[in-house]
Structure formats: structure tokens, C-alpha cells
């Protein structure tokens, strides 16, 4: 079975840099098109990016346009998402997750995304 693992969450300060990486050993992510969310204390879960399988599609919600990217990595089975200009809004646990879906589209819906990694948790502080 598919396993996501996120990496590269920490403690940054406002307007600081992080990059998330998200890894399926053993597996190809190519089939799969993959999404990050977030989830603040207090809050619900909200879908941050995702990518199709083919052609590069991606999306942001409106907050991070501007300020993070989606990508992905074939041959390392890996996708990562760039955090640029982070704000203290941007603080929660960021989890990967990966939807059966293969085309030129990506889910904005979590429901349909079937396989999730652990979470990582990110905070913006000063």
C-alpha cells in the first residue's frame, strides 16, 4: 500500500522559507495526482496545492498564490511544496496526501484523495 512521508516542517520566522517534501518509497507517485493541505489549531482541515499527474496542472488557494509552488520529482518519487513569505497564518500541520486520479487535473476536494501522510507541522513565529 501506498505510504506518504512528509519531512521538512520546523520553527521559521515571519517571512522565512521552508520546503516540504513529501516521499512514497518503493512506489511511483506519476499516476497520482497529489495535494497538500493544512490544518490550524482550532481549525478545519483546507486544501493548500495540488498538482495533476500529467501535464503539470496546479492549484493554490487564494492566501499562498504568490508565495508557495507546487512540484514534483518523478524519478525520487517525491513531491515538495516551497513555502516562501511565510506568515503566522501559515502555521499548522501540513499532510500530502495523493488521489487516484491520472490526467490534467488535480482534486479540489479531500475526499477524494485517498492516500495521506503523517503531517508535518509547520510554525511561523517570531
Known amino acids: 500500500q501506498l505510504q506518504l512521508v512528509e519531512s521538512g516542517g520546523g520553527l521559521v520566522q515571519p517571512g522565512g522559507s521552508l520546503r516540504l517534501s513529501c516521499a512514497a518509497p518503493?512506489?511511483?507517485?506519476?499516476?497520482?495526482?497529489m495535494g497538500w493541505f493544512r490544518q490550524a489549531p482550532g481549525k478545519e482541515r483546507e486544501g493548500v496545492s495540488c498538482?495533476?499527474?500529467?501535464?503539470?496542472?496546479?492549484y493554490y488557494t487564494d492566501s499562498v498564490k504568490g508565495r508557495f509552488t507546487i512540484s514534483r520529482d518523478s524519478a525520487k518519487n517525491t513531491v515538495y511544496l516551497q513555502m516562501d513569505s511565510l506568515k503566522p497564518e501559515d502555521t499548522g500541520v501540513y499532510f500530502c496526501?495523493?488521489?487516484?486520479?491520472?490526467?490534467?487535473?488535480?482534486?479540489?476536494?479531500?475526499?477524494?484523495?485517498?492516500?495521506w501522510g503523517q503531517g508535518t507541522q509547520v510554525t511561523v513565529s517570531a
Open positions: 496526501a495523493a488521489a487516484m486520479r491520472h490526467g490534467r487535473s488535480c482534486p479540489a476536494l479531500e475526499d477524494e484523495y485517498v492516500y
Open positions: 518503493g512506489y511511483s507517485l506519476s499516476y497520482y495526482a
Open positions: 498538482m495533476s499527474s500529467v501535464g503539470g496542472t496546479t
